[in-house]
DNA sequence: CACTTTAAGTGTAAGATATACACTTGTAAT
DNA sequence: ATTACAAGTGTATATCTTACACTTAAAGTG
């Protein structure tokens, strides 16, 4: 390839992923102690560096299938983050992804081997650089995405009963919804299929588990009906053991 | 500093403006013809590198400086785009902003001795890279932000008529309004200001003027009132004499 | 085995919002 | 004085959103 621009800076490029799950009725983020310096030993998002050889997507995938070892992740790009002095290690343009996960299937292990941990994202501690602002912009950007397409169910089992999956928008949008109306809405999609079997979890009753037709809503896609939820961009209510807060945008 | 990362490649690191503007009922973009290999002399949006001295958002008012002449300009990040090939000239990661003028007060002489036209939405020529990509995308970002915030204010002058808006407003959405129902909407906000003078124009009886309430606007969004516009996001058409089409995400 | 406990599951009516729709007004040009 | 043109105005209907409370199924308990 010929080589133009010779004149130009050159930048480390870096990627740094939001990892969402949903376990134990909250939404949580996948964090790790950071094992080198600078910063070294405090929270951090999960990054590396973009190569030469590999695009920002696939950079992307490649760390979050190291810490992981998840693959086919449905992923997005929140933004890029180019302040000057935002790494004290070097000059650093980071490129932010964030990523949902069904923790059920992830090797739990795994990350714990790598000291990643899941924590709640109303009990997020303080993180280095301006990550506690990618999470901050990962969140609304989440908020405004669910309620535009279906994404909800990439954070859930294949299998997931509708109180679960009520619970799931709650964390995400953050504000109790009416049980009735919920599932009205939802159903009314046509996207859900009622399975026979029972989730007997949470109740003795047990709830019927259902599964999300991806075939279906790829089929309106294809023929530009949206789904649409009426979910509002309440905010998650954050404790104050962090400093979420505090960083501004 | 301290050079941590020692190890790592680096990068060139672009920029590119998509350029809004609104000017005789149309939505258009300020587009240039190249004026350095490679792809010399083919349509293209503006951009230029970022050098280490300076934030991305820094080096993104530079470059929309460099061609208008302009400065506190509605700037916002749209995306990084990174594929390996994208550029043919080098590896270069390029950060796409998306900028909205109001034509009136731009210098259009000073467009015009750069070599950049506006040029209407609807007629956009082939252009070099995955410029048109970014264009595609800049759009959707334009509409769903629209139907969010009050930008649209930010391509009109700072007095305007009804009409002028309604016709901005139908041009980014890509469908028409009905008048009362447009008008009634909008002055529910209360954040349109009737002055008393008319603007002749675009008919013999005279439109009146209107102007956008800042000030009450930020005071709304302090208390977190949210201005909320039903406009959908229907598909701008476009005429079949450029790539837009073509190129997918 | 009857009783208690727990969460799952179900429908409707009232209020709010969105939509469709047609005539009058003011002014310049002829 | 007449014509032509876009600006400006209100209401009724349909649709969507919201609020709300009891029944059901099954396990655990005495």
Redesign the pocket.
Known sequence: MTRYYKEYDEHLVALDCIIFGFDEGELKLLLLKRKFEPAKGEWSLMGGFLSKSESLDEAASRILNQLTGLSNIYMKQLSAFGEIDRDPGARTISVAYYALIKIDENDRLLAETHGAEWISITKLPALIFDHSQMVDKALEALRRRTSREPIGFELLPVKF????LQSLYESICGEQL????F???I?ETGLLVKLEE?D?E???????LYKFDHRKYNSYVEKGFLF?L?V?SGQIIKENNGNVLDIQE
Chains 1, 2 share one sequence.
């Open positions: 009963t509708l109180p679960q009416d049980k009735r109306n599932r009205k809405q159903l029972k007997k949470s109740s003795k009753k047990g709830a019927f649409q009426k509002r």
